[in-house]
């Protein structure tokens, strides 16, 4: 068998990234194009733990422990979920990968973000996605779409929601090739149709 092929899925919170991921998948089950899904952090096991800390953990946490455990969790998925599945021709669809560090990180707490490109790339062993949709939202949008009950991220503020939101953008405009804005106050049947379009694009 081929090699996979390995998708992220990226934006702010309550952009819609997780929904039109599971719409693909069910896309592929019809196809009957073999997938796998994971999520950083999380993914399985270890990851998940990792995930629990970060999103809950009510005590301070600096920003460079924040940004190691982000990195340790995705040097395990792609190790143990990713880089095995695409080995076996899967196509692997992951919930949040590197851009979200530099969005997140970089962009949103400002560190600098050479240092979090280099450790993206220790975290990864150099491996990048093939293909990374961005689902863009204004921050007013999204905040409204999370609602009231937010985790440690969502809580950091409109500015700093601000500050990701243009980091993402600003990525997508460096490498245009990998990465797709999408425009996330679109319908979900259009994005979905969309999201179809920039697949089979790649895969053909
Ligand atoms: P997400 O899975 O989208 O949260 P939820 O399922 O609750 O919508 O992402 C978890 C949070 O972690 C999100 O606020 C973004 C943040 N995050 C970072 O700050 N840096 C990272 O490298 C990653 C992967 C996520």
Redesign the pocket.
């Known amino acids: 068998m081929g090699k996979g092929l390995f998708i992220t899925f990226e934006g702010a919170?309550?952009c819609g990234?997780?929904t039109q991921m599971n719409l693909l998948a069910e896309y592929l089950k019809k196809e009957n194009i073999p997938f796998i899904l994971t999520?950083?952090?999380?993914g399985k096991g270890l990851g998940e733990k990792v995930r629990e800390i970060?999103?809950n953990y009510e005590g301070p946490v600096s920003d460079r422990c924040?940004s190691f455990l982000?990195l340790a969790?995705?040097a395990q998925n792609i190790d143990i979920i990713v880089n095995p599945a695409v080995e076996k021709g899967k196509i692997v669809l992951c919930?949040?990968?590197i851009d979200?560090?530099v969005a997140?990180?970089g962009y949103?707490r400002g560190l600098d973000i050479e240092r979090i490109n280099m450790l993206n790339d220790i975290a990864t062993n150099g491996k990048k996605p093939d293909l990374t949709f961005v689902f863009d939202i204004d921050v007013e949008t999204s905040m409204k779409r999370v609602g009231t009950e937010k985790?440690r991220?969502?809580s950091a503020g409109i500015e700093f929601h601000n500050r990701v939101r243009n980091g993402y953008l600003e990525l997508a405009k460096q490498e245009p090739k990998r990465i797709k804005v999408l425009d996330a106050t679109k319908s979900i049947e259009e994005i979905h149709k969309q999201v179809i379009e920039i697949f089979t694009s790649l895969i053909s």
């Open positions: 919170d309550g990234k997780t999520r950083e952090p999380g970060l999103l924040e982000f969790d995705r919930d949040r990968h979200s560090t997140y990180q949103g985790d991220l969502e």
